[in-house]
C-alpha cells in the first residue's frame, strides 16, 4: 500500500508559538548482571536520558526479589520494567507465569513503567486491577520486525491495545522504506492516547528523532553506540547534541540530506549547529532515500521544508521538482530542493558549482587587491576542469556563468567534446594537460577522485605542468591536502581544498533554508574539528 501524505497529519501539530515536545528519553540497559546494571543506569543519567528500560531478560542470573528491589533503590531515574520472552525478540525462554509475577513484583515495589506485550496484556491488565499504584503506567506493546502495515491495520492495532486498558500504546514496526515511517506519523498525531510509535532500521531513523514533532511519549537512545535494544537506535548523544532533540515541537521545520548512502554525511552537524546558533526553529536529518519521487511525494507537507541532495540521487531529484534554477537545468543536477511556503512547490537548484566558485573566487581576491577589482575574478581566467562527470559540468557552468573561457579535460575526450560543444569551450584529453600552457594565471579545478584516500599518491597532472596556474581546487577533501594541492603551492599557486567547496554549497543551502545569513565561522569550525 502506498503510504499516505502527511499535509493532513502535520496539520493537527501545528500552531504552538514555541512550544516545545515533552517526548521523553529512554536508555535500554541491557547488562549481565545487576551490578553492571546499576553502573549503566548511572551513565544513562549522566548522558541526560529522561528514564531507564530495564531489560530483565538480558541478566544471565536472576534473584527476582532482591534483583528488582536494588534496581529500582539504587535508579536516580523512573524506571521501566521489560522481560521480554524470545517470541517478541527478547532473550527469555521460561515460563509465563515467572515473567509475568516479576513484572507485577516490579510494580509492588515502586516501578514506574511496566511493558506488557499484547498477546498477555488482557490477563495481566486484568491481575493487576486492585493493586496499581497510582503512578505506575502499563506500556502495551506490538513489534512487527518485518513491515509497518497500512495505516488501517495500525489503527486496527491501536484500537486493540487501548482495549486492553493500556495507559500507553507502543508500535515498533521496520522500514523497508523511509516512507513506511509516514504511516507511524500519521497514527501518532491522531492518537487520543499516549503513544509511542517508532520504527526499526537506518530507513527508520527519523521516526526516532521526529516523535518529538509529531507527539511521540518516548524515544530510545543508547548509551554508547553499536549497543542497541531495537535496530537503528541512535546514541542519546546524537539525540541531544547532533539533533537538538530539546528544542524540536509540532512547529519546528524539517529538513535532511537525501542520499544512498547517507549515515557518513557531515551535513547535519553542519545545519543543526547553524540552526542552533541563529535560534532557527529547525532540524536537519540523514534521510536514506531508495525512491526519491515516491519519498517526495509522500513527505509533501509544510513541515517538510527543505532538502539537500547527494549521490545517486542528484538528477532524479531534478524531475521531481515543480521548478528548477536555470543553471541547474543546464547541469542537468541539483543537490538541493526548497519547498516555496506560499503554494508549496519544490523548487530545485544546484549549489554544488556555488560552492566551488565561491572558494575560488575568494582565494583569487585573496591574491588581488579587492578595492580594484569589481565583477568576478574568474571574468576572462582560461579555467581548466579535469573531469566530465556531473561536478566538472557544475564546475564549467558556474565557471562560464562568471565569464571564464572554459577548457575540459577528460580521460575520454569524447566526453569532454560533448560538454565543451555544450557549454561553449575547449575539450583536451588527460594526457595532453602536462603539454597545455597557452598562458600564465590559468585557474586548475580538479573533480574527479584521482587523488582520494587510499590512493593519496595519484595526481592528474605534473608538477612541472602547475606553473602555469595561479589558483588549483581540488574536489577531493580526504586527505584535505591532496597531492595536487601539495605540489600546485609548492609550484606557487593559491590552493582551494574540497572542504572549501562542502562548506561553500552548505552556506547557500543555509540561507535558502532559513532565510538568515549563513554563521560562516562557524561552518569552518564545525568542518575543521570533524575532518
Not at 500500500?1 to 508559538?17: C, I, W, Y
Not at 509475568?100 to 516501578?111: I, T, V
Not at 502495551?140 to 491495545?161: C, D, F, M, R, W
Not at 515516491?294 to 521531481?320: M, N, Q, R, W
Request: charged content about 20%.
Amino acid at each position: 500500500m502506498d503510504s499516505p501524505n502527511l499535509a493532513v497529519a502535520s496539520a493537527q501539530v501545528g500552531g504552538g508559538g514555541m512550544r516545545k515536545s515533552s517526548t521523553l528519553i529512554c536508555a535500554p540497559i541491557m547488562a549481565e548482571s545487576v551490578a553492571k546494571m546499576v553502573v549503566e543506569i548511572g551513565r544513562a543519567e549522566a548522558v541526560g536520558a529522561d528514564l531507564v528500560e530495564i531489560r530483565l531478560d538480558h541478566l544471565k542470573v536472576f534473584n527476582c526479589n532482591q534483583d528488582v528491589k536494588t534496581l529500582i533503590d539504587q535508579s536516580p531515574l523512573p524506571t521501566l520494567f521489560t522481560y521480554r520472552p524470545k517470541w517478541e525478540g527478547g532473550q527469555y525462554d521460561g515460563d509465563e507465569k515467572s515473567r509475568l509475577d516479576a513484572l507485577r513484583l516490579a510494580m509492588e515495589l515502586g516501578a514506574d513503567y511496566i511493558d506488557v506485550e499484547l498477546q498477555v496484556a488482557q490477563e495481566f491488565i486484568d491481575s493487576i486491577q486492585d493493586k496499581k499504584p497510582e503512578k505506575l503506567k502499563v506500556i502495551v506493546s506490538s513489534h512487527n520486525y518485518q513491515e509497518t502495515p497500512s495505516v488501517e491495520a495500525l489503527g486496527n492495532l491501536v484500537a486493540k491495545i487501548q482495549a486492553t486498558g493500556a495507559d500507553i500504546v507502543k508500535i515498533a514496526t521496520f522500514a523497508l522504506d523511509i516512507t513506511d515511517v509516514a504511516r507511524i506519523f500519521q497514527i501518532t498525531v491522531h492518537s487520543q492516547v499516549p503513544i509511542i510509535g517508532l520504527v526499526m532500521g537506518e530507513r527508520g531513523l527519523i521516526s526516532r528523532i521526529l516523535c518529538a514533532k509529531f507527539g511521540g511519549y518516548l524515544t530510545f537512545g543508547t548509551i554508547d553506540s553499536g549497543t542497541v535494544s531495537a535496530p537503528g537506535q541512535p546514541t542519546i548523544k546524537d539525540i541531544l547534541h547532533l539533533y537538538n532533540f530539546r528544542q524540536i515541537g509540532p512547529d519546528t521545520k524539517v529538513f535532511g540530506i537525501i542520499g544512498k548512502p547517507v549515515s557518513h554525511s557531515k551535513s547535519p552537524i553542519l545545519h543543526n549547529e547553524g540552526f542552533k546558533s541563529v535560534g532557527f526553529n529547525g532540524v536537519y536529518v540523514h534521510l536514506l532515500v531508495d525512491d526519491i519521487a515516491k519519498f517526495l511525494k509522500t513527505y509533501s507537507s509544510a513541515d517538510f521544508a527543505g532538502f539537500s541532495v547527494t549521490i545517486p540521487h542528484k538528477e532524479a531529484a531534478l524531475k521531481c521538482c515543480d521548478e528548477v534554477d536555470s543553471v541547474a537545468k543546464s547541469i542537468g543536477a541539483i543537490n538541493c530542493i526548497i519547498r516555496r511556503p506560499t503554494d508549496g512547490k519544490l523548487y530545485g537548484l544546484n549549489t554544488d558549482y556555488v560552492g566551488a566558485i565561491s572558494a575560488i573566487e575568494d582565494g583569487l581576491r585573496g591574491s588581488l587587491n579587492s578595492s580594484l577589482v569589481s565583477g568576478s575574478p574568474l571574468a576572462g581566467r582560461l579555467f581548466v576542469v579535469i573531469g566530465a562527470g556531473g561536478a566538472g559540468k557544475a564546475l564549467a557552468y558556474g565557471a562560464k556563468q562568471k565569464g571564464a573561457r572554459i577548457v575540459i579535460a577528460n580521460r575520454t575526450y569524447d566526453r569532454a567534446r560533448e560538454i565543451a560543444d555544450t557549454i561553449g569551450g575547449q575539450a583536451l584529453s588527460i594526457s595532453d594537460l602536462d603539454k597545455f600552457h597557452p598562458e600564465d594565471g590559468m585557474i586548475l579545478a580538479n573533480t574527479t577522485s584521482i587523488g582520494m584516500q587510499p590512493k593519496v599518491n595519484e595526481t592528474p597532472i605534473s608538477k612541472h605542468a602547475l606553473r602555469s596556474y595561479a589558483l588549483v581546487f581540488d574536489a577531493v577533501y580526504t586527505p584535505k591536502i591532496t597531492r595536487l594541492l601539495k605540489e600546485a603551492e609548492e609550484s606557487g599557486a593559491i590552493v582551494v581544498s574540497g572542504s572549501e567547496m562542502f562548506i561553500g554549497q552548505a552556506y547557500e543551502q543555509f540561507e535558502r533554508f532559513t532565510g538568515l545569513p549563513a554563521p560562516k565561522e562557524l561552518f569552518r569550525k564545525v568542518v575543521e574539528s570533524t575532518s
